[in-house]
């Protein structure tokens, strides 16, 4: 989530909103997001709801959930994901202003990573 807040004014400057969906509980995700100074939005999701619907896997090897980016439009169509093999295999945010550069192109929409 590093990367996600050193970039966040890039992020806004492209019209994303930055979503991060993690496993932990409202009180848990609150005292994260405040003790880290997060500047977007968190959702957390114990039970795996939202992630589930987005296919993002879950390894128990690996420290449980593997990363996931997803791009989504306002109609909110997923137009880029990327399903993490490692907690390290996270795309640099060079590839996701470049994706959402792309979409700007097709069609002008504002959208959200997650």
Known sequence: MAQLR????????SDAEVVVVGPDNA??????F???DLPFVGLPDPEHRVLRLFGQQVNL???GRMPAQVVIDRQGIARYAHYGHSMSDIPEN???F???SQLRKEAPFAATTV
């Open 27 to 32: 009180e848990a995700f609150r005292a994260y």
């Open 61 to 63: 090897f690996k420290a």
């Open 94 to 96: 060079a590839e996701i």
């Open 34 to 36: 405040t003790e880290h």
């Open 98 to 100: 470049e994706i959402l």
């Open 6 to 13: 050193q970039d966040h004014a890039d992020f806004v400057a």
